[in-house]
């Protein structure tokens, strides 16, 4: 008897052991290789089909209620947990839409990786290595870190953010020439800072369709961490 699941009939046809973030990813990549329309977007268009999925799930949060298992932030900045009986509750709503919407955001986020990887010419690995190294870099109190930084609120937490933002910055400033720090004043040494304010968001150039989309291994073994991100960036509103 036939299926009327198209993911069901996919699955029987094509790669059948694959599920879940790996069948995303190939799934992408395949497009990439394969499909004609995928290979003539334009990566403006592509960015304008992200924002226009993560305004999908804006609208679907605005339908559903507030969850009662929300992580909430105390007054002295550390986190409370809900109890057990509000999250059973909240897991009794219909979510099938909202986690239709996030299907989107994911894949129109691995969807814009690709193309602007065939357009630019892109290694592979570059973006996914820049996210890795900024977010650690920015995080110095996760096991990632050398054990000497701590972050028991949001507020430290920030703070570390927004100073291994600066210090970024000012390195990228110094290298290229345009500003200099003079030795008799030296960068400002102390770990942690208040945050200095709201992360901005990152722009994107648009630019024109070229040829030979790309894709390997690497492609499929960093594309799960990228497609949760923007998941994680949907949720947070926590810009690079």
């Known amino acids: 008897m ?13 790669r059948p052991n694959l599920a879940g973030p790996s069948r995303l990813i190939e799934v992408v990549r395949e497009l990439s290789g394969g499909c004609v329309w995928t290979q003539s977007i334009t990566p403006i268009d592509m960015l304008h089909a992200l924002r226009s999925e993560c305004d999908e799930v804006e609208l679907e949060l605005a339908r559903l209620p507030a969850p009662a298992n929300a992580t909430a932030v105390g ?34 986020a691995l969807m814009v990786h690709a193309v602007f990887s065939r357009v630019y010419g892109l290694d592979p690995d570059a973006a ?10 920015r995080t110095p109190y996760m096991p990632w870190g050398d054990g000497s930084a701590r972050a028991d609120t ?11 933002k600066r210090r970024e910055k000012l390195s990228l400033t110094t290298t290229s020439g345009l500003h200099t720090v003079p030795s008799e004043h030296p960068v400002e040494t102390e770990r942690v800072l208040r945050p200095s304010g709201p992360r901005e968001a990152a722009c994107c150039t648009p630019a ?18 990228f497609a949760l ?10 810009c690079l």
């Open 75 to 108: 007054s002295n900045g550390t986190h409370v947990r809900e109890d057990a009986a509000s999250a059973s509750a909240t897991r009794n709503e219909d979510t099938s839409e909202l986690v239709s919407e996030l299907g989107d955001v994911l894949f129109d």
């Open 229 to 238: 991100g923007v998941a994680a960036a949907v949720a947070c509103r926590r």
């Open 154 to 164: 949001v507020a430290e937490a920030e703070a570390h953010w927004q100073e291994a």
């Open 208 to 225: 024109s369709t070229s040829t030979s989309p790309t894709g390997n291994a690497s492609f499929t073994s960093l594309g799960i961490g």
């Open 128 to 137: 996914w290595n820049a996210a890795c190294r900024k977010v650690e870099g």
């Open 2 to 14: 036939a299926t009327s699941d198209p993911l069901a009939a996919g699955q029987a046809r094509w």
